[in-house]
């Protein structure tokens, strides 16, 4: 039972356009939401996170946006760079559950110069 | 941001050996850590979260007796993979949560490929 989702295995973008990245869960009780970008072979680096009592949070090209009625988050990159490709997770916890992570399958992203 | 360091990045071993990776709150305290698991193009498997100066919480299907978590002080925790067999080699991640921040981010190390032949 995957609690969250990344439905898109892979993405594809040019360079300077908008890479949009979406994540769905199952869980009500999920409270806050973080994106991490992963290379090979090297652990996961924190990207942006956004609790449940908000629908936005920015932080310079990385934008997070969260839809609690659709239990949607997206991730947008503006714009893209070479730099960004790399493997994208979302992930989620329930603060009361023990801030345990869950996280999404992933999606690779491919910007090309 | 807060720094893990996770080692040895690779390590090489017999079945039937034992290995022990270590992983580093380096400029925070970190109450709790978490030891996560990840196979070939799938995502992260949490594992067990280590709790400083308590037993660790294992997952369901995790074997305690095989993953044993040590977490003795405030910055480090170490995992051993005892009587490694070859369906143990891996990519194993740690993570760490900084105690000094209400939100509930997880800050990772390196990882640390496991290959038992």
């Known amino acids: 039972d995957q609690q969250v989702k990344q439905n898109s295995p892979s993405l594809s973008v040019q360079e300077g356009r908008i890479s949009i990245l979406n994540c769905d869960y199952t869980n009500s009780m999920f409270d806050y939401f973080l994106w991490y970008k992963k290379y090979p072979a090297e652990g996961p680096t924190f990207l942006i996170s956004?609790?449940?009592?908000?629908d936005k949070n920015e932080d310079g090209r990385f934008t997070v946006f969260l839809n609690k009625s659709a239990k949607h988050l997206s991730l947008h990159i503006v714009p893209s760079q070479p730099g960004d490709s790399a493997v994208y997770f979302c992930?989620?916890?329930?603060?009361?559950?023990?801030?345990?992570?869950?996280f999404g399958g992933g999606t690779r992203v491919l910007v090309k110069p | 941001g807060a720094v893990v360091s996770q080692h040895p990045s690779w390590v090489i071993c017999k079945s039937g050996t034992s290995v022990k990776i270590e992983c580093r709150s380096l400029?925070?305290?970190?109450?709790?850590m978490f030891w996560y698991r990840q196979f070939p193009k799938q995502s992260l498997m949490l594992m067990a979260t280590?709790?400083?100066?308590?037993?660790?919480?294992?997952e369901q299907g995790v074997e305690k007796d095989k993953f044993l978590i040590n977490h003795a002080s405030l910055t480090l925790s170490t995992l051993t993979v005892t009587s490694a067999h070859p369906e143990d080699s891996s990519f194993y991640i740690c993570?760490?949560?900084?105690?000094?921040?209400?939100?509930?981010?997880?800050?990772f190390g390196a990882g640390t490929r496991l290959s038992v032949l």
């Open positions: 956004i609790s449940s009592i908000k």
């Open positions: 992930a989620a916890s329930d603060g009361a559950a023990g801030n345990k992570l869950t």
């Open positions: 280590s709790n400083e100066g308590s037993k660790a919480t294992y």
């Open positions: 400029d925070f305290q970190a109450t709790t």
């Open positions: 993570s760490a949560r900084d105690g000094r921040i209400a939100k509930n981010i997880q800050y």
